[in-house]
């Protein structure tokens, strides 16, 4: 499969998941381990707007920061990526192949999918049934894009892109019925 470049300046979905779907996750560390290479190898290239960890698979949505050469960019994945297998492997006394592939990614131009993809992201435990509330669901921007707490997180164009904290939230508790109804109504 060939995968296209990540070029700057651009938003990017970006997703992957274990091996096997085998879990990428097994306890607490890991997911903030994981979350922690994001600063060493990817803050650089990019600003995250949204994340989403599941003990078997992931969801970023980045935006490429400008003036960043391509491969900078690859490479900058690639480390972190490689870093977090190495770690896991170590610490859970395995060999192999921790993800499926190289990971995801879908290159987004259109504002109204920018704005999906946030509500997609952040629903994602409850579609796959990790949760039944995304609203505290651990290992989600969610609680830090709505905080008053410094975070890492691209908070300021995330909130402008849906107008405020309180369309945000609601955006987000609209799909969350319409989720419910769509699976559990039939």
């Not at 003990?55 to 972190?80: D, M, P, R, W």
């Not at 939230?169 to 699976?183: G, L, P, R």
Request: positive net charge; charged residues 25%.
């Amino acid at each position: 499969m060939k995968y296209e470049p990540l070029i700057e300046d651009n938003y990017y979905h970006i997703y992957n998941c274990g091996n096997n779907k085998e879990d990428i996750f097994l306890e607490d560390d890991n997911y903030l381990y994981f979350l922690s290479l994001t600063k060493k190898y990817l803050l650089d290239v990019v600003d995250i707007l949204a994340y989403c960890l599941m003990k078997n698979h992931f969801h970023f949505l980045v935006k490429t920061k400008e003036n960043q050469e391509q491969k900078k960019i690859s490479q900058a994945f690639s480390n972190f990526f490689n870093a977090y297998a190495k770690a896991f492997n170590k610490k859970h006394q395995r060999t192999g192949g921790l993800f499926k592939d190289r990971f995801s990614r879908i290159k987004i131009s259109v504002e109204a999918y920018l704005k999906s993809l946030v509500v997609y992201i952040h629903l994602n435990p409850v579609h796959h049934g990790f949760t039944d509330n995304f609203k505290t669901y651990k290992y989600s921007s969610f609680q830090s894009l709505l905080s008053k707490q410094p975070t890492k997180l691209d908070r300021s164009f995330v909130l402008e892109l849906f107008d405020n904290e309180d369309n945000l939230n609601y955006v987000h508790e609209q799909k969350k019925i319409h989720i419910s109804e769509t699976y559990f109504l039939e």
